[in-house]
């Protein structure tokens, strides 16, 4: 199995705010060996024009369900890690977190059970898990698409969604999944622990983008 590679995708429409700047230049400082990319959809939608999904993206209106299809789009494509722009990075990334095929992590085991988050997650090019997230999504009416807001976008191209693949997909063990301190450490809808992940701290101002 090959590792994931050393790429740090982002994604962002309009002017990253001046605290996420912040947090991507931490990303850049601590780890000089990955590749750091912003991404928009404009630029993905140009760069990737061939993709099962590139009309799913370019249908999608809530930067929320953009940003959902857009990092799924781009670790199926040039593999690496994602992380969500309100992520603040506290230290550099070990490799063993490269030694995967894909990975992710809990979105918080004490509140959500077993809900897998896709705000820090990563994949070498052409995953198992990434084809069949793709596959449903697929399923998928692009109208509905169109529609989703960001109370639903979590349902359809979100959390859940990563959420039934994974248990769905358990059993040929195609993603490693985290516990959620090692990303997460606390949650936006309880904060009852607002300490620091292990590799970087969701901050919640933005919630999944």
């Known amino acids: 199995m090959s590792n994931i590679s050393k790429i740090i995708h982002q994604y962002w429409d309009g002017e990253l705010p001046d605290q996420y700047k912040i947090f991507s230049n931490s990303f850049i400082s601590l780890n000089p060996d990955f590749e750091y990319i912003l991404w928009n959809k404009d630029r993905v939608l140009a760069e990737i024009p061939d993709h099962p999904l590139r009309s799913y993206l370019s249908a999608s ?71 069949k997230l793709i596959d449903s999504l697929l399923l998928v009416d692009i109208e509905k698409i169109q529609k989703l807001d960001h109370d639903k976008c979590w349902l359809i191209t979100g959390p859940r969604l990563w959420t039934k693949i994974f248990f769905d997909s ?40």
């Not at 857009?70 to 722009?85: C, E, K, M, N, P």
Request: hydrophobic letters at 35%.
């Open 61 to 131: 209106i809530h930067p929320v369900v953009s940003s959902d299809i857009a990092r799924i789009i781009l670790l199926d494509v040039y593999g690496g890690l994602y992380f969500d722009s309100d992520m603040r990075p506290e230290k550099n990334i070990p490799n063993s977190l490269l030694d995967h095929e894909t990975f992710a992590c809990y979105e918080n085991e004490y509140s959500f059970g077993q809900t897998i988050a896709n705000g820090a997650i990563g994949s070498v090019p052409n995953s198992i898990f990434i084809k």
């Open 170 to 209: 358990i059993v040929d063990q195609s993603i490693f999944i985290y516990p959620s301190w090692y990303f997460i450490p606390y949650h936006y809808a309880t904060k009852e622990d607002e300490s620091k992940g292990y590799i970087t701290t969701h901050i919640w101002q933005n919630n999944y983008k």
